[in-house]
């Protein structure tokens, strides 16, 4: 419903537009996405490492440097630690469409040995990397010379036994599985599951549940898509497993709703255990509410006790044990409100905004516009606006609270809103699991803050 509403808006604003020979070729050169646009951040589960993904297929994983000896209080800094292409562009030629490179979602697997493991997707193929260290390398066969080409069995006298030597250090990427073939319509969601044995992909109409081990075959766990698409009503958005009970996940959809379902009640989870929606104001109805009222993201809290939504101009906080509304509603634009016709007609109110909990889930930061980005303290009330960009990103400064003024007298240190730079958005952000370190993504920038050390 909302791709159709999508769509038709493009038609009708594209209607007389038509532009031939060289011109027109500039002209979608222009609208051709940047390929290094970051598309995805994430943490691993102990924060040393942070992977990016882009939407040239890429993902770039940094590492935090140990604490040097001289400052001993010094938090290390992030720098480079691999870099590998995870997707090609494709093409499926028996339904004429190109499968975009653009990696969706990275998901991180627990540690258990010196490599590390991570999930990447993009709208049809879901990737199992394996990131290793080699520092050693062999040398002294007795079939291959010192540049691996063969020997003659018959000039070969002597058997040496083959040495390790110490060698540079080379950070590895190596394709582990590839779980492919399961998705008529593009992934949007990819999480793993507290067993570590499972994981899940949602499209738009489906869920599947994955083996790590099994890649010629999954278990569809939802199913929406209608025997007559033309009462398609909704679409999965974004779905997500419980931390701890790996029996129970969410999944979150088009028309501003959650559903909580336990794989335990059956194989196909049509029928949801908690249903979670908030009555719409009568009041606050207009063109825009369904469009509006969609969830972008869908995150558990780290106790797993509540589930946190965003939609196009609020976060809200779920309550398990709660389904008729949320406890908490945080405004984060509403000054937008007024501008939701000019963001429908340059498809700004499409824009699907990520959330994310700190380690402790007292605190909640999203993105916005104008590379602004948004916290709000639960225990507190309080909410503060900051900006990431090269002007204010110097090593050790500060950032400055910003504030957007809606009317009347604008003070020094305020910004309109009808200055607001819309192409300059934060759509995916990350928190380190366990301290005040965040990872903020804005266009093809990446910007990693924390807190003041005194």
């Keep these: 419903m909302e791709r159709r509403k999508r769509e038709k808006g493009k038609e009708r604003r594209k209607k007389g537009k038509k532009t031939g020979g060289r011109a027109g070729r500039e002209e979608e050169t222009k609208r051709k996405p940047r390929a290094d646009i970051i598309s995805t951040v994430e943490f691993n589960h102990t924060g040393e490492l942070l992977a990016t993904g882009d939407k040239g297929g890429r993902v770039v994983i940094f590492q935090r440097e140990q604490e040097s000896k001289n400052q001993v209080h010094r938090r290390g800094e992030y720098n480079v630690y691999s870099t590998f292409q995870s997707h090609e562009p494709e093409f499926d030629y028996l339904k004429s469409l190109e499968i975009e490179e653009k990696i969706n979602k990275i998901r991180w697997l627990p540690q258990q040995n010196a490599a590390y493991f991570l999930l990447s ?44 030597r110490p060698m540079d250090l080379m950070v590895e990427a190596t394709p582990r599985r590839v779980f492919a073939n399961a998705h008529t319509y593009h992934i949007n969601s990819i999480s793993v599951n507290s067993d570590y044995e499972t994981y899940m992909s949602a499209d738009d109409l489906r869920i599947n549940l994955w083996n790590f081990e099994i890649t010629n075959q999954s278990f569809n766990i939802v199913d929406i898509k209608p025997a007559n698409m033309e009462e398609l009503t909704e679409v999965i958005t974004a779905a997500e497993f419980h931390p701890h009970h790996c029996n ?63 939609d196009y101009l609020t976060v809200k906080v779920w309550d398990l044990n709660m389904e008729n509304r949320p406890i908490e509603t945080y405004q984060v634009h509403d000054y937008l409100r007024s501008k939701l016709c000019s963001l429908y007609e340059n498809d700004c109110i499409f824009d699907k905004f990520e959330c994310v909990w700190n380690g402790s889930d007292s605190v909640i930061m999203t993105g916005s516009y104008n590379n602004f980005f948004r916290m709000f303290d639960r225990n507190t009330k309080r909410d503060v606006t900051l900006e990431a960009s090269r002007e204010n990103s110097k090593p050790r400064a500060i950032l400055k609270p910003r504030k957007v003024c809606v009317g009347g007298k604008r003070r020094k240190d305020e910004i309109s809103v009808d200055s607001l730079d819309f192409s300059k958005k934060i759509l995916h952000t990350a928190w380190h699991p366990s301290e005040n370190i965040i990872a903020v993504a804005a266009t093809n920038n990446l910007y990693i803050f924390q807190d003041k050390v005194n």
């Design 248 to 310: 129970t996940f969410v999944y979150s959809s088009s028309k501003g709703t959650i559903r909580l379902c336990d794989m335990r009640a059956s194989a196909l989870c049509d029928r949801h255990t908690k249903f979670f929606e908030e009555p719409e104001d009568p009041s606050n109805r207009s063109f825009f509410s369904e469009i509006i009222s969609s969830i972008s993201d869908v995150k558990f809290s780290h106790s797993g006790r509540y589930i946190m939504t965003r």
């Design 121 to 164: 997707t993009n709208d049809k193929t879901v990737k199992l990397w394996k990131v290793s260290e080699r520092d050693k390398r062999p040398e002294g066969y007795n079939l291959k010379d010192e540049e691996g080409r063969l020997r003659d069995p018959a000039t070969i006298t002597t058997l040496r036994v083959p040495v390790l």
